[in-house]
């Protein structure tokens, strides 16, 4: 793409009263706008990210579990909270038909997905199965001041899980354990996010939430280094040890986290209220096991920003970088367009800085916007019969000569 005609500005300035550095830096990139507190626009940039992420999980969700991917609405019928005692849900949106009725904005699916599961499931034989979808959530948070982290309206990654029992629930449910690990790691934040011991609020004893470690987190977490398993403060109460190695909480270390996902047993919390059952083999009726597993997506790009950003800006992953090269040419348009035609012939995804700027003002940008691979072409560097590489999260360049770009990139990507 040619930055010439991205409609989207960098900006040097953000308003004072904006203090996270996701949202910081996501608006000064033009990767999102700001609509109200927790409400964002994302522009042609951070959709790129958005989409990268969508897809790293939707591959995992469809390749590693076999789960099937579905969108349902973000209108509910209040009635399906009535029969699961959730209309009194803090967070819920309620309104109204003009033909009467009452509605709630969806905030999570589960009142959807059980009687959408009734209709078409009633054996054994259908059984286990796993449904997802990628879709707006919304929630009426009290408190919306830190950027993406926490929007009212927000992407989610939500799968429900249906089997005959508890067995088959659990051995699914530490599958997804895996699974989860593996997508953090994919989206670049493996090393610093933990499996969580949490409280399962309504449904169970305990659920499992996905901690990445950063100061700006607004959990606290005891995490065990040697076991990689960390426990939720609003528990500690009631597990005073760490899960495994039993190690006294007073030696493992106290962190700020973001909880970039979460996963539940449900049970029979939500098929009993619909009267979800399925026949056995004998041809008994029983009432259909669940979980629940969701992944922030939206917050999950916020976290990405507040991990790995320094003092210059953003620092992609290869994986979720918005491009894969960002090509800056410093008075050499002729040279650099030639580049940017083969890129585009080689299928690399890249963002081609054709503007009239000085050069100072495009490096800054660049640095900014957080592209992994920087590609310079100059004067200085035809002069060598060469372009200038440099990594985003390196401070030195490299010189490598036009004809093994091509080749560099592939390698480097
Ligand atoms: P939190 O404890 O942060 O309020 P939650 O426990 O209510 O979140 P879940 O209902 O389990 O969250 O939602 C699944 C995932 O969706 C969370 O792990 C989180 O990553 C993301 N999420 C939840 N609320 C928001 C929000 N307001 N904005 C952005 N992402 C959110
Ligand atoms: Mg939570």
Redesign the pocket.
Known sequence: MRQSILFTKTKKEVEKNEVSQNARLLLRGGYINKEMAGVYSFLPLGLRVIRKIENVIREEMKNSLGAQEIVMPALHPLSNYKKTGREKIDVLFHTKLNSGGDLVLGQ?HEEIVVPLFKKFVSSYKDLPCGIFQIQTKF?N?LRAKSG?????E?L?KDLYSFHENENSLHEYYERVKEVYLRIYKRLGIGEKTYITLASGGTFSKYSH?FQTITNSG?DDIYLCKDCKIAINKEIIETTKRCPKCKKDISDLEEKKAI????IFPLYTRFSKPFGLTYKDKEGKENLVVMGCY???I??VMGAVVEVLSDERGIVWPKNIAPFSVHLLSLNADKEAEKLYNLFLQEGIDILFDDREKRPGEKLIESDLLGIPLRIVVSGKTLEKDSVEIKKREKEEEEFVKINEVIKYVQKNI
């Open positions: 999570s929630r948070e993406i982290l926490r929007g009212r927000f989610m939430e607004e909880e970039v996902g979460n969701g992944i922030g939206s917050r």
